[in-house]
């Protein structure tokens, strides 16, 4: 196993070196669905700078006695913790493999000093009783090979948060046993981003993508912050079945200094639909396929990268689960229902495949 897994070179046996996330881009990735580009740092390479800064006797040094009750002691030791992995150098191999697959990521996007994201991929998340999940960090609109680096050294410390730490030492995990693989990937800079369901959240009908979508950055539609607009496309046909364009008063942007903030939308274009219909049948058709690999209803996050082409500028930022829906028991159809209820029910059936149904 290298230190270094591009999504492309994704199959599912390398999910323990490479983590959740990385896993799930991988997999996307593999079955066509258009991601931003990236690479994973694996777990080898943790474990090799963990191996080199012989991090395991620090740890049993800083960690020894450490009283999970004591909310000062754990915030003064674990900050001493990931102040250790922030500093400590990296093996000449790691360092090099991170600045030259950078180096390519540049190169690939035509651009210097690319900016991108690097994210967590912990293993440890995976686990059915890992109750501190998805809280550990992702440092965003990072620029340049040392940046990069900094910003890896940073998730990996943030696998001692006073939570995690404490999480461990309750359950008696040991604090050597951890691992984190790291995913970095290129920034995506929308013109306007959001959320599909393949299936109506409202009422769960099966039959249909909905979609959300609002100007610039998917944080406002996330959030709640904006109202976005709302779109209902048929799965069969691929026609958009309804619309509902709201007036966004705000949107979220990038500022000079590589930040995301809320500024007002532009009046001119705050009441116009944020997606072309094109654009909208092409998150639709992406969902429909994300569903149809993963075999059950998806939670999608999207964006409209402006650095790439009209007609190839759908991006698909994760995908998920639906867990609301997805989890009530589907409902029988019996002799007196109403006719188009039946309907209904016979397009959910050819749009959602036996097998999936059974998962």
């Given at each position: 196993?290298?230190?270094?897994m ?7 046996a ?30 080898k390479?943790?474990?090799?700078a ?6 395991d ?13 004591d909310?000062?002691q ?5 900050a ?19 600045r ?10 035509d ?12 293993t ?75 299936l ?7 039959s ?19 109202t ?22 705000a949107?979220f ?14 009046p ?20 429909r ?8 209803p ?8 402006l ?23 589907p ?29």
């Amino acid at each position: 196993m290298s230190v270094i897994m591009w999504f492309q070179s994704y199959w599912p046996a390398m999910k323990g070196e490479v983590g959740g996330k990385a896993a799930s881009l991988g997999e996307m990735t593999g079955v066509g669905l258009p991601v931003p580009p990236g690479f994973a740092l694996t777990t080898k390479a943790y474990r090799q700078a963990h191996d080199a800064a012989d991090l395991d006797a620090t740890l049993a040094r800083l960690l020894h006695g450490l009283d999970t009750k004591d909310t000062g002691q754990v915030a003064t030791v674990c900050a001493e913790v990931r102040d250790v992995i922030r500093t400590m150098p990296l093996p000449a191999e790691v360092d090099e493999a991170i600045r030259q697959a950078y180096g390519e990521l540049c190169r690939l996007a035509d651009a210097t000093d690319l900016p991108v994201a690097v994210r967590s991929s912990a293993t440890s998340e995976d686990s059915p009783d890992a109750s501190f999940a998805g809280e550990h960090d992702t440092y965003l609109w990072v620029r340049g090979g040392d940046a990069v680096v900094d910003a890896v050294r940073r998730c990996w410390a943030s696998l001692f948060t006073d939570r995690a730490t404490c999480y461990r030492v309750e359950m008696g995990y040991e604090h050597r046993s951890v691992e984190m693989a790291v995913v970095i990937q290129k920034m995506v800079r929308p013109k306007s981003a959001g959320v599909a369901f393949t299936l109506n959240p409202s009422d769960g009908d099966r039959s249909v993508v909905a979609i959300d979508s609002a100007w610039g950055f998917g944080e406002g539609v996330v959030s709640g912050e904006i109202t976005p607009d709302n779109f209902l496309v048929d799965k069969v046909l691929f026609e958009v079945s309804k619309r509902n364009v709201s007036t966004k008063e705000a949107e979220f942007v990038l500022t000079d200094d590589d930040r995301v903030e809320k500024q007002p939308c532009d009046p001119a274009k705050a009441a116009e639909p944020s997606l072309t219909d094109s654009e909208i049948k092409a998150i639709a058709r992406l969902a429909r396929t994300a569903e149809r690999h993963y075999g059950c209803p998806q939670d999608i996050e999207w964006a409209v990268d402006l650095d790439l082409p009209e007609g190839e500028s759908i991006i698909l930022l994760q995908a998920r689960p639906e867990t609301v829906w997805s989890k009530k028991p589907p409902q029988q159809v019996t002799e007196g229902d109403n006719p188009s209820d039946f309907m209904s029910s016979i397009v959910s059936t050819l749009v959602n495949p036996l097998h999936a149904r059974k998962k």
